[in-house]
């Protein structure tokens, strides 16, 4: 279908507790990332892949952490939820880093921390 | 810093009125997005421009690099144009400054479109 799934789909955790959210994706793209959508902000990255075992941090990246151990997962990894990661979080895959070659979003996560 | 501004940050027309969105941003760009982004959340890709214009059903994008400026036009609006649309730029050099992955998103435009 649209190669990218993102699970789960809706997730309501306590403060304090880890969270991880899954990107799994079908098109063996080299480039996986995490964003997060706030209101008022534009769509903000967290971390990203460049192949297996190869991520970095984006510009919102304190708080969480990722995995990548197979092309096809990209983990997201809240340590310990606090309520300013309450958000919709997105996970893309790309051809290229440049997003020249087209690029996937996946449908989002919203988490709620509380 | 590059600043990507969206204009209007709300619309609300009637069907069939002809629609649109402006982004500008601050900084040199090698290109620029536009994406949808539908009630529900699927975000999806429309654009991608680094000169002139664009055109996809109704949908018609053109890009002015001088004057760092975009528009994204609907024409024949309907409902089911309803959405958000985003726009976001990549800088020359795909370096740093707008995210890692040197894009940087608009805050985008929440469109209305009633019968």
């Known amino acids: 279908d649209a190669g990218i799934t993102q699970s789960p789909r809706h997730k309501v955790t306590e403060t304090g507790t880890p969270v991880t959210l899954r990107c799994h994706q079908t098109e063996n793209h080299r480039y996986m990332y995490w964003y997060r959508q706030d209101p008022g902000h534009g769509l903000r990255l967290i971390h990203y892949s460049y192949g297996v075992k190869d991520t970095d941090k984006g510009e919102v990246s304190d708080g969480y952490s990722v995995s990548r151990s197979k092309t096809e997962d990209f983990l997201l990894t809240l340590e310990s939820a606090t309520s300013s990661q309450t958000s919709v979080y997105f996970c893309?895959?790309?051809?290229?880093?440049?997003?020249?070659?087209?690029?996937?979003f996946g449908s989002g996560t919203r988490l709620t921390v509380v | 810093k590059n600043e990507v501004e969206q204009s209007p940050q709300n619309l609300t027309a009637q069907e069939g009125e002809f629609i649109t969105i402006n982004c500008s941003y601050s900084v040199g760009i090698s290109a620029l997005h536009w994406l949808q982004q539908h009630p529900g959340g699927g975000i999806v890709s429309l654009f991608m421009?680094?000169?002139g214009k664009k055109k996809h059903g109704r949908l018609i994008a053109t890009i002015n690099i001088q004057e760092k400026h975009s528009s994204l036009h609907i024409t024949a609006s309907h409902p089911r144009d309803s959405a958000v649309y985003i726009c976001a730029v990549r800088l020359l050099g795909g370096g740093s400054g707008g995210g890692a992955d040197g894009l940087t998103f608009g805050k985008g435009t929440h469109l209305i479109i009633q019968p």
């Open positions: 421009l680094s000169s």
């Open positions: 893309a895959i790309s051809e290229s880093g440049s997003w020249v070659k087209g690029y996937t």
